[in-house]
């Protein structure tokens, strides 16, 4: 965006001057005076747009790994009396 700014930048100070009429006479340095002002102009606009400094490139951070300690757990068989006699199931036990 920048390089773009800076040619409609010069391509307008270049073809200013060729387009408005020129008087016909310039008295008391007035040809130096427009020269003087054209490069102080072109130096404080050449002067703003390089003085930006780039963007940082991104950063990534990795996040840090997480551990997680799950529970010893075990299956263990039960017996149990269902009214009609004695049965048996597994059952999941953690600690």
């Known amino acids: 965006m920048g390089k773009i700014a800076s040619v409609i930048v010069a391509v307008t100070l270049a073809t200013g001057p060729l387009l ?5 006479a310039a008295e008391n340095g007035q040809i130096a005076a427009g020269v003087v002002g054209g490069l102080i102009g072109g130096a404080l606009i050449g ?19 997480v551990y997680v300690e799950e529970p010893a757990c075990r299956v263990v068989g039960e017996r149990y009396w269902d009214g009609y006699g004695w049965a048996y199931h597994r059952i999941r036990v953690c600690d």
Do not use: F, M
């Open 47 to 65: 002067g703003a747009l390089a003085s930006r400094p780039p963007p940082p490139p991104p950063v990534y951070y990795e996040p840090a790994p």
């Open 20 to 24: 408005l009429p020129a008087p016909a």
